[in-house]
């Protein structure tokens, strides 16, 4: 079956550094998306990843190990804006998307 | 005014009842999607459509129908609802094509059935 797994919660300090991690088994790749969705409202396009590397946007930069099937959003200097659910979404072989259950970033004072 | 527009935005309505769920979107985009969002659990895929003439069945479809009215409505309807289809539903639209895929989305409906 296809699987994308983040971790369910994870809080860190405002200023800070917070990396989420996301892993995937699916069939086929072609290409994995960071969304950001804050409570109740609906989901917004933070990256885009189809080849290995970093790719960097501001304060945000997202990371993409196909052989690993890993990826990681990298969160700088952290605000409470930032508090959000961040979802992982690969698309497969078939060009359709499958979606993590998403990470809930708490940002603490 | 939003580019992805979805009504109603809540509704609370009891087993057996037809309800219909509408998205209207100004982008300007052939596809539409309809997904549903449930605590603990990825977003999942109803329907989807790539131009007015395609509907395309997701992960979870029954229980559930659509109609592509034109480029720009994509409605989607629960002929009898049932408590286990309690949940934000989320329509979204993208360009199509060997683009990126990004998906632009609705503010969600969100469906209670009692």
């Known amino acids: 079956g296809q699987n994308i797994d983040q971790p369910t919660e994870m809080t860190a300090t405002e200023g800070a550094i917070v990396q989420i991690n996301c892993t995937y088994q699916t069939s086929g790749f072609n290409g994995l998306f960071w969304y950001q969705q804050h409570a109740g409202e609906a989901p917004t396009f933070l990256s885009y990843n189809v080849l290995d590397g970093l790719e960097e946007k501001g304060r945000f930069s997202s990371f993409l190990s196909r052989s690993k099937g890993y990826s990681y959003l990298l969160l700088k200097e952290l605000q409470m804006k930032d508090s959000a659910s961040y979802l992982c979404?690969?698309?497969?072989?078939?060009?359709?998307?499958?979606w993590g259950a998403g990470t809930k970033l708490i940002i603490k004072p | 005014d939003a580019d992805v527009t979805q009504t109603p935005r809540n509704r609370i309505t009891k087993t057996g009842k037809r309800i219909m769920l509408e998205c209207s979107q100004t982008?300007?985009?052939?596809?539409m999607y309809w997904y549903r969002q449930d605590p603990g659990l990825g977003l999942r895929l109803i329907y989807y459509?790539?131009?007015?003439?395609?509907?395309n069945k997701g992960e979870i479809s029954d229980g559930y129908s659509v109609s592509r009215q034109a480029q720009a409505k994509f409605s989607l309807s629960l002929e009898s609802a049932i408590p286990n289809q309690t949940a934000l539903y989320f329509c979204a639209t993208s360009i199509g094509g060997y683009d990126t895929g990004e998906l632009f989305f609705g503010e969600g409906s969100r469906l209670t059935v009692l």
């Open positions: 979404a690969v698309m497969d072989s078939n060009y359709q998307l499958i």
């Open positions: 982008k300007g985009h052939d596809r």
């Open positions: 459509s790539f131009d007015v003439k395609d509907i």
